[in-house]
């Protein structure tokens, strides 16, 4: 029972950051039903963002430390990865959709831009690994046989908080019901007065800011950065919101926690060697069973 809870823990920490990506996905698909698969790599530039700012800020200021050196690092982190992804549909998307470009020309774009940053990383700051450094203290807590970490229980809680905001500005702010329309019908909202760039704008940047939250709470628990770190976890958090049911924000974020546990529970009994191997498996059988995903409805085209 002890091993079967601590386990239980583990799978929520690490399934609170496949959620965390997973809705950044789902955000830029439920708008433009564009996946943007440079978003795992974003996810990876904010890391080493908030590497270079907890760098330059202890340089600067010795004795900053502790919840101001984090909430500092987080704020900064999010704006200047929001920036970045903003940057990235200006740069990269924009043109396409004015163009009226098809859906595969912006998803290859969407690739480019991930190798771009993958290797733009590795050109600039080398293929060494980088050591994350310690903002916060860690506490360990033992309650009974079963151990907790400080660390784990921010995790955990950010991912259920960002969840909360998340819902609340896309069901109850006006911006929110504007991704919503857009989502349901692109062409006849701007007949309606909505500034559909400006929503594009805010979504890209508000999925970007997500990323750099797990960015930086990834770099905290598991401090070996790389430029290839966000390739992988991109890949499967796209994955997890799509079983869930992409475009679905309850089901992405349901789907980053199932392919979480799905992973942890894996490697309790198996080998480390069968994890992705096992996990795929199921996840292909669950959308064989339901292609939608857990939360997906199947949406008709009309000709």
């Known amino acids: ?142 309650i009974g046989p079963v151990t907790i970490t400080s660390l784990k229980v921010i995790v955990i809680v950010s991912a259920i908080v960002i969840f909360a905001i998340l819902q609340f500005i896309v069901q109850v702010t006006t911006l929110g019901m504007s991704m919503r329309a857009i989502s349901y019908d692109k062409f006849a909202i701007p007949l309606m007065g909505i500034p559909v760039n400006t929503v594009i704008t805010f979504t890209f940047a508000l999925g970007s800011a997500l990323a750099a939250v797990a960015g ?16 992988i976890i991109g890949w499967k958090a796209f994955i997890a919101a799509v079983v869930g049911g992409i475009g679905d924000i309850k089901g992405a974020f349901l789907g980053g926690f199932l392919l979480g546990f799905i992973e942890i529970f894996v490697t309790a009994f198996l080998p480390s060697s069968y994890k992705d191997l096992i996990s795929f498996v199921i996840l292909l059988v669950i959308l064989t069973v339901k292609p939608t995903g857990f939360f997906g409805v199947a949406k008709s085209t009309k000709i």
């Open 1 to 142: 029972m002890t091993f079967f809870i601590q386990n239980i823990f583990n799978a929520l920490q690490w399934g609170s950051f496949y959620s965390m990506i997973a809705l950044g996905y789902c955000l830029v698909y439920g708008v433009l039903r564009l996946i943007n698969f440079a978003h795992g790599d974003i996810f990876m530039t904010s890391t080493y963002i908030a590497f270079f700012i907890v760098a330059g800020l202890t340089a600067k200021f010795a004795g900053l430390s502790g919840i101001p050196l984090f909430v500092i690092t987080l704020v900064c982190t999010m704006a200047l990865t929001a920036l970045l992804g903003v940057s990235i549909e200006k740069i990269a998307y924009k043109p396409l959709r004015a163009k009226g470009a098809n859906r595969l020309y912006v998803v290859i774009t969407a690739l480019m831009i991930g190798f771009i940053l993958e290797n733009g990383n590795l050109a600039v700051l080398g293929a060494s690994a980088r050591s994350f450094p310690e903002i916060l203290p860690k506490y360990v807590w033992n």
């Open 216 to 231: 930086i709470l990834f770099g905290m628990s598991y401090p070996v950065m790389d430029p290839y770190m966000g390739m």
